[in-house]
């Protein structure tokens, strides 16, 4: 069974860093896009990035472009997401998506890591 496993979150003031960690079980990552999505309380599930499955194609959200890197390691089955000039309004859950980029393309999701950036 596939399984997703985010780290890295936590409590951290504006201004700062955190970097998420996914490591994923299974051989998902070389056939997979990898990316990163949050959602913030009484607010939907947002895509914030995500990278090819090799690596040469990413996509940012414009409130994260400049300020979050995602980066992944398929020899590790891992995926990251530093992220730097935290703003209170990037609170949310961080959540790691993997999508098969061939059929039947299933979807796995991690269980999510709390970020939370204080003011």
């Known amino acids: 069974q596939v399984q997703l496993v985010e780290s890295g979150g936590g409590l951290v003031q504006a201004g700062g860093s955190l970097r998420l960690s996914c490591v994923g079980s299974g051989r998902i990552f070389s056939n997979s896009a990898m990316g990163w999505f949050r959602q913030a309380p009484g607010k939907e599930r947002e895509l914030v990035a995500v990278m090819s499955w090799s690596g040469g194609t990413t996509y940012y959200a414009d409130s994260v472009k400049g300020r979050f890197t995602i980066s992944r390691d398929n020899a590790k089955n891992a995926v990251y997401l530093q992220m730097d000039s935290l703003r209170p309004q990037d609170t949310a859950v961080y959540y790691c998506?993997?999508?098969?980029?061939?059929?039947?393309?299933?979807?796995?999701w991690g269980q999510g890591t709390q970020v939370t950036v204080s003011s």
């Open positions: 998506n993997a999508k098969e980029v061939t059929p039947p393309m299933r979807e796995y």
